[in-house]
């Protein structure tokens, strides 16, 4: 009554600001998921029932590709710049340390590493590369070498957690997965994890906490 | 829904006579667009967090004592799975020896039917005493990673303790071609 001139409010609110970050967030969203397989093998892992995540960090990534090619990646710079220097006195070779560091993966045997490191960055894709000898039909496994190597460079920093995944495809014959188990073995790893995919778990198992009980068709 | 508020802003008013012509407003109603962006973020969220791989435990035996805990096993509760190319899947009990082989070798598949593998570990899971079941687990070189991912994840689906990964031995692995071209 006293103020009747006042103007009606309009109940609609402003949407804008609501837009910007409904967008911002859906291109953060967008980048970060396109940024995850950037990785230059292409595998498709397995499924298994397995529900514990794959830890990201302190990895020693062991890749076997489709063709049965192996492949091994590390993420930590420090024990890779150990590992060069193992390397280097080991085999005789003069390995660029920071070339080796910034490589995210290796793939060649230890003679062609150096043609390997200098290799751009375009042309490391997993079809085109030698991948690890693993064959002990046709030469060393030299896989026992490399795993041998990252053992080494983990004790010199006793405090670093070691990861190892093995990453290997469907389609992957059963004696490079036997090589890398191998080479594993050796020295002595005996714990290391697979990759896989989630899968749930089938209905009337064991495992589904139904205990001898005969599976439904 | 579209706003009217016209009065403020604009500073060209128009006259009296035309005051009851709505002035349509350049602004949208982003309210539509606002639910499509976050529709897409929930969706983005979603199959990031879904494709996040998971990672199976295994633990070797050291090699050393992998002879003595064969022995060790009783021959009744060994079953022994045999991986061949394709997806075929071999089974036997106990021991296999010449006279036996074709009898006990038995064929079967990673299929939910009741020839299947999983059938086959819960039968025999469940007549024999838990101490004494074991699994070998005999990959063929034909065979696919992913044969071997599947059968050890058929070991925690059903619970198996214990079972073992080992190198096949010739005769076994003859036995598993010679099967295979059989069934082609």
Partial sequence: MSRPKLPRKSTSIDMTAMCDVAFLLLSFFILTTKFKPSEAITVTTPSSVASKVAPDKDIVLITIDRNGKVFLGLDDETIKGAMVEIINKQKGLTLDAAAFKKAEFFGSSFSNLPQFLALPKESLKGDALPGIPVDSTKGPNEMIEWMGIIHSAYEASPTKKINILLKGDNDAKYPSFDAVVKALKKNDFLKFQMVTNPESIPVGTDLYRQPKEEVKK | ?184
């Avoid at chain 2, 667009?33 to 199976?56: E, K, N, P, W, Y």
């Avoid at chain 2, 570990?121 to 005493?129: G, V």
């Fill in chain 2, 1 to 184: 829904m579209a706003e009217m508020d016209t009065s403020s802003g604009g500073g060209h008013k128009k006259g009296p006579g035309v005051k009851k012509g709505k002035k349509l407003s350049t602004r949208v109603d982003l309210t539509p667009m606002v639910d499509l962006g976050f529709l897409l973020i929930t969706f983005f969220i979603f199959t990031t967090t879904m494709s996040q791989a998971t990672a199976f435990k295994l633990n070797l035996p050291k090699d050393a004592d992998k002879p003595e805990d064969q022995n060790k096993a009783k021959e009744s509760g060994v079953i022994t799975i045999l991986l061949g190319k394709d997806n075929h899947v071999f089974y036997y009990e106990g021991q296999l020896d010449n006279n036996n082989a074709s009898a006990k070798f038995k064929s079967s598949n990673f299929g939910n039917s009741d020839e299947g593998i999983r059938s086959v570990i819960i039968r025999k899971k469940a007549n024999t005493p838990p101490d004494d079941f074991v699994v070998v687990i005999k990959p063929d070189s034909e065979c696919k990673y992913k044969n071997v991912v599947d059968i050890l994840d058929e070991m925690s689906i059903n619970v198996v303790k214990k079972y073992a990964l080992v190198d096949i031995s010739e005769v076994e692995s003859q036995l598993v071609h010679v099967t295979e071209g059989q069934a082609k």
